[in-house]
Structures are given as C-alpha cells and as structure tokens.
C-alpha cells in the first residue's frame, strides 16, 4: 500500500495491542481491505465474500489468513471461523455494511452486532477516506497512483449493553449502537482529514 499510494494514518494506537477487536470498516473501494491490511497494527483477518477467492487470489488470500463467506445466506463455517479468530486474541475486518456503497455507514447489517455481542470483543471504528475520490489514469478501476488515501482509526467500543444478552431485540439495540457510533466517527474522521 505504501509503494502504490500514501495513505496516512491517524489513531492506529487505539487499536488495542492485544485480544481481540474488530475493525469496521466503511467501503467505498476494492482497495479499502487491503488499505486496512497494510497499515493495521495488527495482522487483519477480513470476512471476504467468496466471489473474491478466484485463480491465484484463492490461496493468497487464504494463506494470509482471511475468511471466505458465502453471502447468499447464513454461512456457518465463516461464522465459526470468524468467531475463532476473535477466540484465539486475533483482530476480525468487518464491512458492516456488507458491500461497496456509499460508505457512509447508513445501512449496517446485524453480523457485526452478533460478532462483537457473541465474543464481548470491542470494536474499533476505521474511516477509510479518499478511495473512491478520483480515478486512475493509468488504471482506471484504482485510485491515482501515489494519492492519499487517508485510515482513521476510532476509540473502541462496547456494543452490548452489559446484559450479555443475545436475543434478536438486544442484537437489534446493539446495531442502532454501534450504527450511532460508526457515523459519529466517520463524521469526526471528515472533519480532521479535511475530506
């Protein structure tokens, strides 16, 4: 990420330096994931929808450790996997929203809310701005090469509500939580990077 573009990178620190967390991730671009990847303080296990997993970026992106998910349902095995990850300590990438879109956090998913609830793991915001700007001239698909492309970092947080409650009514209260938080971040994160 560093040889193709600058990113600069603000709050890394919040991310705690060890157990687990989980990074939201905003996604406006291909490139966000593996922005995060690159400048993360810690190796990032990204739930990646299986389409992605194709040729020679099937075992890539399996042997740096991320999780393949089946978006068309419920897939218990990414599920499972997910939850080890954060089990074993590690730090799991969410996009919460679940695709590419505005990136403006307007529409979460309930994974999120039962990964953080599930595992009592906090989660740490994370603004990626500037992706999804300008195009490329040599490659039209990517940002321009050597851009900016600014990773914020938010303060971690609890999802549940000290309860440890997993009903679909305390899963529900959590997204609309972590919704507030996630758009309170991302606002907070346009205001120091000027973008």
């Known amino acids: 990420m560093y040889g193709l573009w600058k990113p600069r990178v603000l709050g890394a620190w919040r991310v705690p330096a060890a157990g687990p967390c989980?990074?939201?991730?905003?996604?406006?671009?291909?490139?966000?994931g593996p922005m995060v990847m690159g400048t993360a303080p810690r190796p990032v296990h990204f739930l990646i929808k299986?389409?992605?997993?194709?040729?020679?970026?099937?075992?890539?992106?399996q042997g740096i450790g991320q999780l393949k998910v089946d978006r068309t349902g419920a897939d218990r095995t990414a599920i499972t996997a997910a939850l080890e990850v954060l089990r074993q300590g590690g730090v799991l990438g969410i996009f919460p929203e679940g695709t590419r879109g505005e990136g403006d956090f307007a529409s979460l998913r309930a994974g999120l809310a039962y990964f953080a609830v599930r595992s009592g793991a906090p989660i740490v915001p994370v603004a990626v701005l500037g992706s999804a700007e300008r195009r490329g001239r040599l490659i039209r698909g990517l940002p321009p090469l050597r851009s900016r492309v600014d990773v914020v970092f938010g303060e971690p947080f609890q999802a549940g509500d000290g309860s440890g409650r997993r009903t679909r009514k305390a899963l529900d209260e959590a997204t609309v939580r972590i919704q507030q938080r996630l758009s309170a971040h991302l606002a907070d994160a346009r205001r120091s990077t000027g973008r």
């Open 22 to 32: 989980i990074l939201a991730v905003n996604h406006t671009h291909n490139i966000d």
């Open 50 to 61: 299986k389409e992605a997993f194709v040729g020679p970026l099937d075992p890539f992106l």
